[in-house]
């Protein structure tokens, strides 16, 4: 069975500096996508970034990049230049394709605070 | 391009009372999720649809919860009766299918927050 494990409930940075979150699955597939998913208080989900698996180049986006090492099945996302309105939970997925359609599974969460 | 729609975004309700959420997924996604998330944790699917067939309801206290999807569109989530433990944000997500040209990310719709006394 797939999982997802953030190991890291609680995260802070200063403003301005760059923190990595961490997560690791668990899939026996080759084939996948794994997303990063950021929940401000607000609490509308949206995504950050996303990564296919069978790309050995990692994903960015702007200030946002990830660190895929597929065989070791870590995932973690990097933050750069952290701002106030990074402050959210973010929440790392994995994605499969079954069945003609795509399961989701999700880890608990790190809560990222932002310090002034 | 229009969001993934809720309604209503709060709910206060007493225990052993019911509730219907309301749901209305992108233009052209075939796949509609249901999930609860309970305070501090990540999302747990509930039941998750292709088109108007249920895909994945493992998860789902049938016992008093239930959810439609007519016509393959909108979706509604009912629990009869509530209980304390109900109290959560229910989200509702939509996504394309594989091979799908509507985009393939999972979108989020802005969630109902259920308090249950």
């Known amino acids: 069975a797939q999982t997802v494990t953030q190991s890291q409930p609680e995260m802070s940075v200063q403003e301005a500096e760059t923190v990595t979150l961490s997560c690791t699955y668990d899939?026996?597939?080759?084939?996948?996508?794994l997303f990063w998913y950021k929940q401000p208080p607000s609490r509308q989900m949206i995504l950050v970034i996303r990564?296919?698996?069978?790309?050995?180049q990692n994903a960015t986006e702007n200030r946002f990049s990830v660190n895929f090492q597929k065989a070791a099945k870590s995932f973690s996302l990097k933050i750069s230049d952290s701002q106030l309105g990074d402050a959210a939970m973010y929440f790392c997925?994995?994605?499969?394709?079954?069945?003609?359609?795509?399961?989701?599974?999700f880890g608990t969460g790190t809560r990222l605070k932002v310090l002034a | 391009e229009a969001g993934v729609a809720q309604s209503p975004r709060y709910k206060i309700i007493e225990k052993r009372q019911s509730v219907a959420f309301w749901c209305n997924p992108i233009?052209?996604?075939?796949?509609l999720y249901w999930y609860q998330q309970i305070l501090g944790q990540g999302p747990k699917l509930l039941i998750q649809?292709?088109?108007?067939?249920?895909?994945?309801d493992s998860q789902l206290p049938k016992d008093r919860f239930s959810a439609e999807r007519l016509k393959g569109v909108d979706s509604t989530l009912k629990i009869q009766p509530a209980k304390l433990e109900d109290s959560a944000v229910y989200l509702c997500?939509?996504?394309?299918?594989?091979?799908?040209?509507?985009?393939?990310?999972?979108?989020f719709g802005p969630g109902t927050r259920l308090t249950v006394t």
């Open positions: 233009s052209g996604h075939a796949t």
């Open positions: 899939t026996s597939e080759s084939d996948y996508y």
């Open positions: 990564q296919e698996a069978y790309k050995q």
């Open positions: 649809f292709q088109n108007n067939g249920v895909v994945d």
């Open positions: 997925a994995y994605r499969l394709a079954s069945g003609g359609t795509y399961k989701y599974i």
């Open positions: 997500a939509s996504s394309s299918t594989p091979g799908g040209s509507v985009g393939y990310e999972q979108y």
